[in-house]
């Protein structure tokens, strides 16, 4: 039985478009058929956007690739519509160990509170999640939404122009022209597309070399994650432990710095390594290898005129800390619902500059993050590992050396503090729900209040009266009317009134706050939208 990386899921086939007797133009066009770029599709062909997915593959990735997924971009594929097949096939974790040569120092949850639809983490090789887009794909077609994903069609060559793109497109049956309105590069860390437009990454690029493998194995570890910093396995490095699903589990180990990588990635070198860690007796199957160094590099600008960079062609962290594939499905979060606005004429094109604002924000706090998870990791002097050591020996003991630790900062959402389309917070209420923050989930007595707030823009109101509909600038803001007498877990009061008996808040449709307030006020509420869309 082949497995589903091998066999193609959308594969090629001709097109009208490649027999055009002039170039067709399409309102989008997404480059890579990956997480990100599928997430895009997905999310503008909800919106009734139609939309084009090109790939010069026919298949989903090979190897587990991105396997961590967090909490916040669980939620965004909630509103996606392939949440569910995701937590129903991962492993769910919210526990993290931490090992100093042969002994654990400390443990942490990433999820402490109850009250929440999701998990802190699961764990899910790429390619299920890559499969489970594709099936979205296929419900939305079904639906007669206007999206289609281009198996085997490479992007060749790219004009930017400042009311389209035009892309030369190779196939296996020829090239073709293609025209787009807006153009989504999410084609990866190598993105041909910046490289056809010689733009480039700023940033750092560490020495330090990481062995990847998958391996297939029986074992009776919990479903955590496991960090050593100088096992007794692998001496002087670190290493990595999480439990995928069918019996497959990941396995990082640090090589360092000089070393040859293809060597390094032959069985006859990998498989010692592993037995090391796991064991003589025991019986395990390598399923993929590869290696990797860490990257903390980001694109200068995300947008370019018509042409949009998300995930990592836009930017890239190190592995540790799961922000590679999380951040960009914040990414793409961010993106859509300001490019819908724009091409419906209900925002200025500017309103897509704050994507460059907002989302830059997020891949400096990531790539900050992972900059010193990489230096705790690999300490580049004699001195700073002798004071590395000495945290990780105090954590065992004590509670104040832990948060010093960094075995990889772990992704969580970012909070767009400063962003033009904040309005002052009049609230003075809970931090974690200030203005440019996002939604905090919440049990309702039928459902949880997330799935309630969808992808609008939504008045939350909380014990507050208010109109159940406002239109401001064509836009329409539906109420959510929600009460602290039906909150039987106090969450609902905790995480959005505080010290308040009643709240007013603006839900932008990505789910983070644009405004709030004790209650509603129409004049400042109709101001924030205004901002919210960018006309303020």
């Known amino acids: 039985m082949k497995k589903i990386f091998e066999v193609p899921l959308y594969p090629y086939k001709r097109h009208a478009d490649e027999d055009a007797s002039s ?9 890579g058929a ?25 298949k989903v990735s090979f190897g587990s690739r991105a396997i961590c997924f967090a909490k916040r971009p669980l939620e965004i594929l909630d509103r996606l519509g392939c949440g569910q097949p995701m937590v129903d096939k991962g492993v769910q974790w919210n526990t993290g160990k931490v090992f100093f040569d042969d002994r654990q120092v400390y443990e942490f949850n990433l999820l402490p509170e109850e009250g929440h639809k999701r998990p802190a983490f699961i764990n899910l090789q790429q390619y299920y999640f890559e499969e489970y887009l594709v099936n979205r794909v296929r419900e939305l077609q079904e639906q007669g939404a206007p999206i289609e994903i281009r198996g085997r069609n490479k992007v060749s060559a790219i004009g930017s122009h400042p009311t389209h793109a035009v892309l030369e497109i190779d196939t296996p049956e020829g090239s073709y022209t293609l025209e787009a309105e807006w153009l989504i590069a999410c084609d990866g860390a190598g993105s041909p597309t910046r490289q056809m437009l010689g733009l480039d990454f700023v940033g750092r690029v560490f020495e330090d070399n990481f062995l990847i493998a998958d391996v297939i194995m029986e074992a009776d570890f919990p479903s955590e ?67 990797y160094t860490f990257q903390c590099r980001r694109m200068e600008k995300f947008r370019h005129g018509r042409v949009i960079f998300a995930g990592d062609a836009a930017h890239q962290v190190s592995p540790f800390g799961a922000r590679g594939a999380n951040s960009g499905l914040q990414d793409t979060d961010n993106l859509c619902w300001k490019l819908k606005l724009v091409m419906d004429g209900k925002a200025p094109e500017g309103l897509l500059d704050t994507y460059d604002a907002e989302r830059i924000h997020g891949a400096d706090e990531n790539i900050l993050n992972s900059s010193r998870s990489t230096d705790f990791i690999t300490p580049k002097s004699e001195i700073s590992r002798v004071l590395r050591d000495a945290v990780l020996d105090l954590s065992e003991q004590y509670e104040f050396a832990r948060p010093l630790v960094n075995s990889g900062r772990l992704s969580v959402p970012c909070t767009y503090d400063g962003s033009p389309l904040n309005s002052a917070d009049a609230l003075d209420g809970p931090d974690r729900t200030r203005p440019g923050s996002p939604c905090p989930d919440a049990p309702l007595g039928d459902g949880f209040l997330l799935d309630k707030l969808g992808d609008k823009f939504v008045l939350l109101t909380i014990d507050a009266d208010a109109p159940d509909v406002i239109v401001e600038e064509g836009i329409e803001v539906t109420r959510l009317a929600l009460s602290i007498k039906d909150d039987k877990t106090l969450a609902l009061q905790q995480r959005y009134l505080g010290k308040h008996e009643s709240g007013v808040y603006l839900i932008r449709p990505d789910q983070h706050v644009a405004a709030r307030r004790p209650a509603f006020d129409e004049n400042q509420f109709r101001h924030a939208i205004r901002r919210a869309i960018g006309k303020e």
């Open 225 to 291: 994650r496991w960090f050593w910093f100088d096992p007794p396995f692998n001496k002087g490095q670190s290493a990595l432990l999480h439990k995928q699903p069918d019996g497959v589990w990941r396995i990082d180990l640090q090589l360092g710095w000089d070393i040859d990588k293809e060597r390094e990635k032959r069985p006859d070198n990998v498989i010692p390594r592993l037995k090391a860690m796991l064991g003589e007796d025991v019986k395990f199957e390598l399923e993929w290898v590869s290696i």
């Open 23 to 31: 170039p067709v133009r399409r309102k989008v066009v997404v480059i």
């Open 34 to 58: 990956g997480p990100v770029g599928l997430a895009a599709a997905i999310d503008l062909a909800q919106q009734g956007t139609e939309v084009v997915v090109l790939d010069d593959n026919d």
